[in-house]
């Protein structure tokens, strides 16, 4: 077996593509290690993406993967905002909430959307919630946190504690908002501390009544600051 040794190998002209073995052959990396931004296919199509820094943007053709799109991680925040990135790349967009932590004791943690980048959130929209909960038995409906052609802020996760150790989680999948023939579909489903010292699993959803594209999304307590951190996925369309 012949062995080059070199520490960077060239093609003969710049710009051309350097080519390692034939078709059908295979080529073993020894040190586990290959450094690169880019891998693309035979036909010179992006497959993956990095910046150099660990943020990967991967095509879209490969059907079904999450794909992190931005994380705000916040301290003391009145709110959390996406005003970015909301478009017709994906269908589907998935929200995942993590250690809401409010300021204020027995408040809710809401949401609202905008369709015109973030200046306003008070798209209408019509919902319904209900809840489980221990100590007590069964499922409650929470009339008074639904809307019925609302543009308030839709309650998602409801009376929560306060202390260090409290808080609520949860996910929201929010349906082809850049739409503009149909309603923009969701659903929540959050679990909490609540402020009387027992657990609360929350089910909210609903449909925004709008033809026009959502591209902005908000996150707050409804009332007082909070702290947490909130991931936005794309789901690749298949």
Request: proline content about 2%; glycine content about 10%.
């Amino acid at each position: 077996m012949s062995k080059v040794v070199a520490t960077t190998v060239l093609p003969e002209d710049s710009g051309e593509v350097l080519t390692f073995g034939d078709t059908g052959d295979a080529i073993a990396i020894s040190g586990d290690s290959l450094n690169v931004n880019v891998i693309e296919d035979a036909g010179g199509n992006n497959m993956i993406t990095s910046d150099g820094a660990g943020t990967l943007t991967v095509n879209s053709a490969f059907g079904g993967a999450f794909n992190l799109l931005n994380t705000n991680v916040f301290f003391g925040a009145t709110t959390s905002n996406f005003t970015t990135l909301i478009d017709s790349t994906y269908d589907v967009y998935r929200f995942t909430f993590t250690a809401m932590n409010p300021a204020a004791d027995n408040v809710n943690f809401t949401f609202q959307c905008s369709i015109d980048g973030g200046s306003n959130y008070n798209v209408t929209m019509t919902t319904t919630s209900f809840e489980a909960i221990n100590p007590a038995a069964g499922l409650s409906y929470m009339a008074g946190d639904d809307q019925a052609q609302g543009t308030s802020y839709q309650h998602l996760c409801f009376d929560i504690g306060n202390a260090t150790d409290e808080c609520c989680v949860g996910e929201l999948y929010l349906f082809n908002p850049s739409s503009t023939t149909y309603v923009k579909n969701w659903y929540c489903t959050s679990q909490g501390y609540h402020t009387s010292d027992y657990t609360i699993n929350d089910f909210t959803a609903g449909y925004f009544n709008t033809t026009s594209a959502l591209n902005a999304i908000s996150f707050k307590m409804s009332s007082g600051i909070m702290d947490g951190e909130i991931k936005m996925y794309g789901i690749s369309k298949s």
